[in-house]
């Protein structure tokens, strides 16, 4: 394909989803440069309004079923990145959503820095969005890049805040570090097969030698780690806690969900079409799932800080969605549906896990209750809207039937079970029914203790983050009764991919 034909508009139709956030963001720095003065609000409106538009083209996308590939194969738009960026893109909205109110009262210094955070979060965005499309190694590296950079300033983004920048500052010097590790991994892969692509990274390990294995299975090693980190898998989430709690709580919110997506798609992709299992990979992931769901699962339960408690919660899910990549066998039905059971969680998860955070910024941060357990007495009374909400986010993460999260997880499990590691959802399990402790624990100060004599009176409801924390809720239960189509479609993707 000559250069001008890799640019036309059909060409690059497929990839209106990443050309809409990316092109808003750059309108977004260019008003805000030739602006008199800062238009925080314009900003915010052209961001939700690029975000919606890059939403309906990916629904588009998933209806028309488009799958291709472009600029000789780098990138990919099929059902399985389409799957994602739709999870990505509602977390993004909502994030978006919930932000300007939440900026004005809690970082009132901040508040003319807001087109600077709409645009760090579009470019973010963007970045999580190419990983989704990634089909060579490279590409996978700047698309990664792209996303995480933005990232690490949205962590630092309250600038008098000590935690803010301590967070920021261990999240990008260990990001900067899993960064080079990845390109060495990536140029030992590169060394052992000639080729960045993943399908060409495939043929090439087919029937290879025990010194090329021995090489490709180092680097396939060292990639394996920087994706531990992407996704705060346990002994690699160590920056996650303090990030998720320095960061303001959308941020928090952003990187605990769509980050999480973005860093398990790439995960699923590079994992099961590059690399076979004859590498003997799978043993690592086993045990990445089963140590990465125990330990945030304890970590929660020790927690006096609900913001915190969440941080190390978001741990124990990365090892519940672990658990898909962990059983997968090759191309057959049971690994394409574990595989579509992981997907299918994550999108339940990017709607209770962005709500619960977005509960959290309006007790915490915007009410001023404060941080721990304790601190939420008695606020369902107040406000019985709120304590439903987070109700139904605690009981979803939970794995009880009051949403989406109850069918993901048994669809998780079940796809462990299909592909014959029993032993991995009996774990999934336990690990579930811990986890009841401390989410109903928050729900037992917010509903059953009386409030305290000091705590703040309720004198605002702030639009946007009521309405970011009303759709996030509506959202974890419709899941629960749509769950069929949303595995389906991810089952299906995941099929599509594998080539089943």
Known sequence: MMVSEMFTTDALLPLAPEIIVAGVALLI??????SREKRSTVALALGFVGVAAAFGATVYHIAVGT??????ETLVVDPFALFFNAAILAVTALVLISSTEYIDRFYPEGKENLTEFVVLVLFATTGMLLMASSSSLVTAFIALELAALPSYALVAFAKKNDASIEGAMKYFLLGALT??????GISLVYGATGTFDLHGVANSLSGADAEVFGLAGLG????????????AAFPFHVWAPDAYTGAPTPVAAFLSSASKIAGFVL???VFTVAFPTTLDWLLAVQILAVATMTYGNFAAAVQSSVKRMLAYSSIGHAGYVLIALAVFTGADADSAFALGA???HLFVYAFMNTGAFLVVALVDDYWGFGYEFQDYAGIAKQVPAIGLAMAIFMFSLAGLPTGGGFLSKLAVFAGAINSGFWWLALLGAVNSALSLYYYTRVLKWMWIEEPNDGAPTIESKPVGIYAAIAVAAVGTVVL???FDPVLSTATEAAEAMLDV
């Open 29 to 34: 720095l260019v008003l805000d440069t030739f």
């Open 67 to 72: 799958d291709t590939t472009l600029f000789h």
């Open 179 to 184: 960064s080079a590790v990845l390109l060495y």
């Open 220 to 231: 396939v090693l060292l990639i394996l780690v920087t994706f531990g980190f992407k996704v």
């Open 267 to 269: 995960l699923f992709r």
């Open 342 to 344: 992981g997907m299918s």
């Open 480 to 482: 629960f009764f749509a």
